[in-house]
């Protein structure tokens, strides 16, 4: 269920209730049970729409892409990002499966508390913003780094850059899982389009463009997207609310108007999101390319604002969702279910394509950790140390495809979408958090400390989550634990090794 996540080990869905099953296993065409198809006509106008705007997309970035000759541009785009493009990279990157239809379907099942799970990525990026960004975008210029793996390997050496780059290759398919998965649930929501297939459009997307240009045209591309999600948005909100009178509609059983709720869902999605948001290597590297440290500043502060500003609005619609629709058979149906049924033709097409622009701009997001991670930090790193900058060029737009055709493997096996991305901020959180923030503070650490807190706080998480099933103890969630032991375990090998 939304409130209380399944553990790693077991993500099997399917109960009546819980977000993931019928629409995200694929139901046959025309039987799963969540939306009717019977609006024929306007069902193809809105495939018609998402389809165009699908084309467009890969257009853009195709276009771009053309002047994409080096690893520098495809990498950190020159380092020439300002603040409008670096802004519009970052939330669109932000704001995916999990931020609309997962917080739709949170916001449908419990309430305002939904606020939460983007507010507190908005908070992690806040962080960002004005602790680690402006030292570690000091620290890639002087040294020339393009990947947080070049960081690693600056403060502790190959090994440590290598042992890391692997693990996030494999956590990282998770999260690309779940954008594939929210585009699925669209596809069929609108046309009935099986589960595969809908995985599969969603890859070519955002394949496409991502591999033309890299962090150059997914600018761009986000560019786009980002201003046809905050339309879409801020005017189905409105809408939505009006079609239940107002705020006051939504008053449907005590609390669900509360956005704290006493406290619990609060703290459990700070502790699982808001460090993972501090350090997530997409979005660290996209700090990378920014023009100055004032860019830094200003572009990333903007974006975790606009982040806690966005956080009401796809939780709101879930809730009026709940008021229209209270029986779904899944809460993830709880957006697509409302565009469809409830809103205006022309409101729907632009919702679709909003609920669209997320999911794919947060997958090229993942391309682009996936591509930089093996193209630089193995492979030029340990395979082919003499690599050519074209030979380097050619593996990233390689392994960007492979990723691209491995998450959607991923999304047609898995069933959910926030328990796909509570995988990936799970261990996120744990393999990346003690490691890049004592690389920005201290010069004096090595490798054994690196290697201590990766691998006490990974196996902790892990054992943690399948002996609780994922709940932890009390505000103490796994991926808490997993980070204090990873902490704890960095600070003994560091007092160990500084006394001998």
Same mark, same amino acid.
């Given at each position: ?125 806040? =962080? ?143 502790? =699982? ?228």
């Amino acid at each position: 269920m939304v409130g209380r996540r399944q553990p790693i080990h077991d993500r099997r869905a399917g109960r009546r209730g819980d977000v993931g099953s019928d629409l995200e296993r694929g139901a046959p065409r025309g039987e799963h049970r969540g939306i009717s198809l019977g609006r024929g006509a306007s069902l193809n106008l809105y495939l018609v729409a998402i389809l165009g705007y699908s084309g467009l997309l890969i257009v853009i970035g195709l276009l771009v892409g053309r002047g994409v000759k080096s690893t520098d541009t495809f990498f950190v785009a020159g380092r020439n990002l300002g603040p409008v493009l670096l802004f519009s990279t970052l939330l669109a990157a932000n704001i995916g499966a999990g931020s609309t239809m997962g917080a739709a379907g949170i916001g449908y099942a419990r309430g305002l508390v939904g606020w939460w799970w983007v507010g507190s990525a908005g908070l992690g990026t806040l =962080l960002l913003a004005f602790w680690v960004g402006p030292r570690v975008w000091r620290l890639a210029k002087e040294h020339d780094l393009q990947t947080v793996g070049d960081l690693l390997e600056l403060r502790y050496g190959g090994a440590v850059r290598g042992v890391v780059a692997v693990l996030l290759w494999v956590t990282t398919l998770f999260v690309l899982a779940a954008q594939l998965i929210a585009v699925a649930i669209v596809l069929q929501s609108v046309a009935g389009i099986p589960k595969v297939y809908g995985c599969l459009i969603g890859g070519i997307v955002v394949s496409a463009y991502f591999t033309a240009g890299g962090l150059l045209s997914s600018a761009w591309v986000n560019l786009v997207q980002l201003v046809v999600l905050t339309a879409g948005f801020v005017w189905i909100v409105p809408a939505a609310l009006d079609s239940v009178g107002g705020f006051s509609g939504l008053t449907i059983e005590t609390g669900y108007t509360d956005i704290w709720q006493g406290g619990g869902p609060a703290l459990y999605y700070m502790a =699982l999101l808001v460090p993972a948001f501090i350090i997530s290597p997409g979005l660290v590297q996209k700090v990378y390319g920014a023009r100055d440290e004032r860019t830094v500043r200003i572009a990333v502060g903007a974006a975790g604002l606009a982040l806690m500003v966005f956080a009401f609005l796809p939780v709101l619609l879930g809730m009026v969702a709940r008021v229209h629709f209270p029986d779904l058979s899944t809460q993830a149906l709880a957006l697509p279910t409302l565009l469809v049924r409830e809103m205006p033709i022309a409101l729907g097409c632009l919702g679709l394509a909003a609920v669209f622009s997320a999911e794919v701009s947060s997958a090229d997001a993942v391309l682009f950790m996936l591509s930089t991670s093996l193209s630089r930090d193995l492979y030029r790193r340990f395979v082919r140390p003499d690599a050519s900058d074209a030979d380097v060029l050619r593996v990233a737009r390689g392994a960007a495809l492979v990723g691209g055709l491995l998450g959607v493997v991923f999304a047609i096996a898995f069933e959910t979408i926030i328990g796909a991305l509570t995988v990936f901020y799970s261990f996120l959180s744990v393999l990346f958090f003690v490691p890049v923030i004592a690389a920005l503070y201290t010069r004096r650490a090595g490798a054994p400390e690196a290697f201590a807190a990766v691998g006490l706080g990974i196996p902790v998480l892990i054992v943690v989550d399948v002996m609780t099933a994922g709940r932890g103890f009390g505000i103490w969630n796994p991926t808490l634990i997993g980070l204090l032991v990873s902490g704890g375990a960095f600070i003994s090998v560091f007092a160990v090794r500084r006394k001998e």
